[in-house]
């Protein structure tokens, strides 16, 4: 029967792209982790990881935000598509606005579309698009900060592959985050 043919055909095809994602996302999370350990302080590991994301998830502002444990406030460390300067005295509290909600939960965030979302501000000031994802960064079972991603280059929502590629990076960058500083405070010591 042609239709069952054609069926299973299309399957093959489907799975063999979800099998070819995947790897490329193990392949570019291996060579990522690989450039982030070669690094020395935080900024310049900040920069690389949202420098990295966006090309990985193909998003014109990418930001990463740290918690500073002294005062219990994140900071934006490093940005990709727009200026430092723009955020850099921006203070967010955790459990405030969506980069202090995925901090203070740390669980990752996808909005494909923000106007269809109860009390949120119809008004993106900046952004070209309505969808914007944000995930934790861990560095063992604490959290250390908040990864975030908006306006993809194609105009196109954010999904879950997009999410998936997040989360892997995340882990990685948490890692390096808290080496860099480690090392920074160990060559102020």
Do not use: C
């Not at 069952?4 to 095809?13: N, Q, S």
């Not at 203070?91 to 996808?110: E, F, M, N, T």
Request: charge should be positive; charged fraction near 20%; proline fraction near 3%.
């Amino acid at each position: 029967d042609w239709s069952r043919v054609t069926a299973f055909a299309l399957a093959a095809v489907r799975e063999r792209e979800l099998r070819f994602g995947a790897e490329q996302l193990l392949v570019g999370g291996y060579a990522m982790a690989r450039r982030l350990s070669r690094l020395g302080t935080v900024e310049l590991v900040a920069q690389r990881i949202v420098d990295q994301v966006a090309r990985l998830v193909n998003a014109e502002r990418v930001a990463l935000a740290i918690h500073r444990p002294a005062d219990d406030y994140l900071t934006i460390a490093a940005t990709h598509g727009y200026p430092m300067s723009s955020v850099e005295q921006a203070r967010i509290q955790p459990g405030s606005w969506a980069i202090g909600h995925v901090y203070s939960s740390g669980r990752p965030l996808l909005v494909r579309d923000v106007r269809r979302i109860h009390g949120m501000a119809q008004e993106r000031r900046g952004y070209r698009t309505f969808s914007f994802a944000a995930v934790p960064l861990f560095a063992g079972s604490t959290t250390v900060g908040v990864l975030t991603a908006t306006d993809k280059r194609d105009g196109s929502p954010f999904n879950r592959q997009d999410l998936l590629m997040l989360r892997t990076v995340s882990v990685m960058s948490g890692m390096a985050l808290v080496a860099a500083r480690s090392q920074t405070e160990a060559g102020r010591l």
